[in-house]
C-alpha cells in the first residue's frame, strides 16, 4: 500500500506524473492498458502453438473449464490473458494505422520535438488500446465484436464509466445476402454499446469512388450507397471525409462512401478531415494519410471535449450525436454525401 500524498505534494507534481500515479500499469503513458483480440479465436480454439506463453498463464485452467463445460466465457478470466502488459517485454503494434488515428486523436506535447509541432484534437485524453488486427493489418469480425463486448465488461464493473467512447476507423462490407442493413453482427454489437451509454464514431469508408471491371475494360466511377459497416448501424456517428484546409471549395472527398445506407436511411451523419492528414507512426516519426480513417477521430474527439466540457453528457450518446449534428456547417452538398455537414467542434461546446 502506498500513502496517500498531501494535498500540497500532489499540486507540486508534473500533471505526467499524476497519471502515471493513477495507474501504475501505464508507466506514464495515457495509453492506459492495451489487450489484443487478434489471437483471441485460437485461445478459443486451444490452437495456439505448444511454446506460446499465454499457455502458461494460470487463467488458462480457468478458460479450459468454461469452454468444457459449456458456461458463458468470462471477460474476467480472459481480459488478462489478453492484455499486453506495459513492461520490458511490452510488444509495439507493427501496423501503422491504429498510430495515425490515436495521435489525430490525442497526440500531445510528449510527441513534439524542435520546431515539430503535433497536437491532437485531446492532448491530455487517457486511451486503451485494443488492438483487432493483425500486424498485417487484417482482421475479422469476430474479434471487433469481441473488443465491443469487452468495452462493455469493462463498464459495468466499474462504479463509473471506464471508456465513454470508442472510436473505429474500419470498415467491413455489409453482406447483403444475409443480414439486413444496419442489423448485421457488428452493426448489432455497436447498437448495444451505444444503448450501454458509450460514444460509438466510426469511419463511413473508402468506397465513393471505385474501379470496375466491365466488357470494355477498365472503368472508374463514384458509387452511393456505398457505407460500409459497422457505419450502417443507426445509433453510431457515421463520419465521411472532406478536404482538409478547403472544404467549402472541394467538398467532400471523392473516395469518401455516400448514402443513403441500403434499406434508405440517412447517412453519413458528419463529415470531417481526412485528406492529407499528418499525424504520429510508430517509432516517433509523422507520415501523411488520407481516409474517412482519418475523419472519425476528429469527431471522437469533439464528443471527447464536449463530454469533458459538459459532464452532465456522460452517458449520453444519442445527445451527444444530436449536439454534433445539429452545430455542424453547411457546405452546400447533397445530404447524402456531407451528412448534416462538416464538424463545428467551437460551435458545438457553444450550443450547450
Known amino acids: 500500500m502506498k500513502p496517500t500524498p498531501k494535498a500540497n505534494e500532489v499540486e507540486s507534481k508534473s500533471y505526467k506524473e499524476l ?15 492495451t489487450f489484443d483480440f487478434h489471437h483471441l479465436r485460437a485461445l478459443l480454439a486451444d490452437t495456439l502453438p505448444e511454446n506460446s506463453p499465454i499457455l502458461q498463464r494460470p487463467e488458462m485452467a480457468a478458460l479450459r473449464d468454461c469452454i468444457k463445460n459449456g458456461r458463458e466465457l468470462d471477460w474476467g478470466v480472459l481480459g488478462p490473458l489478453l492484455e499486453i502488459k506495459h513492461d520490458r517485454d511490452y510488444t509495439p503494434p507493427k501496423n501503422e494505422h491504429g498510430t495515425h488515428v490515436a495521435g489525430i486523436l490525442a497526440a500531445g506535447a510528449e510527441h513534439n520535438s524542435g520546431d515539430d509541432v503535433m497536437v491532437g484534437m485531446c492532448p491530455d485524453l487517457r486511451l486503451y488500446d485494443l488492438r483487432v488486427f493483425g500486424d498485417s493489418g487484417n482482421g475479422t469480425e469476430f474479434e471487433i465484436m469481441s473488443a465491443l463486448q469487452f468495452i462493455r465488461y469493462l463498464n459495468a464493473h466499474k462504479d463509473v464509466m471506464v471508456l ?6 474500419f470498415s467491413i462490407r455489409h453482406d447483403v445476402a444475409n443480414y439486413a442493413c444496419g442489423r448485421t453482427p457488428v452493426c448489432e454489437e455497436c447498437e448495444r454499446l451505444v444503448s450501454s451509454g458509450v460514444v460509438v464514431v466510426t469511419a463511413a469508408g473508402n468506397d465513393g469512388y471505385l474501379e470496375y471491371m466491365t466488357s470494355k475494360g477498365l472503368k472508374e466511377g463514384f458509387r452511393n450507397i456505398s457505407i460500409t459497416d459497422p457505419g450502417n448501424a443507426d445509433g453510431v456517428i457515421t463520419v465521411g471525409s472532406t478536404h482538409s484546409f478547403q472544404p467549402h471549395t472541394y467538398g467532400v472527398s471523392y473516395f469518401s462512401s455516400r448514402g443513403p445506407t441500403g434499406d434508405g436511411r440517412m447517412k453519413p451523419d458528419l463529415v470531417a478531415p481526412g485528406e492529407k492528414i499528418c499525424s504520429t507512426v510508430l517509432n516517433g516519426g509523422y507520415k501523411t494519410m488520407d481516409g474517412t480513417s482519418m475523419a472519425a477521430p476528429h469527431v471522437s474527439g469533439a464528443a471527447a471535449l464536449l463530454i469533458a466540457r459538459h459532464p452532465e453528457l456522460v452517458g449520453q450518446p444519442r445527445r451527444i450525436k444530436e449536439i454534433l449534428c445539429r452545430s455542424a456547417t453547411d457546405l452546400g452538398r447533397e445530404r447524402y454525401f456531407q451528412g448534416a455537414g462538416l464538424l463545428d467542434v467551437l460551435r458545438a461546446l457553444q450550443s450547450v
Open 19 to 33: 497519471l502515471a500515479q493513477l495507474d501504475d500499469s501505464s508507466q506514464g503513458s495515457r495509453i492506459i492498458k
Open 164 to 169: 465513454q467512447g470508442a472510436n473505429l476507423s
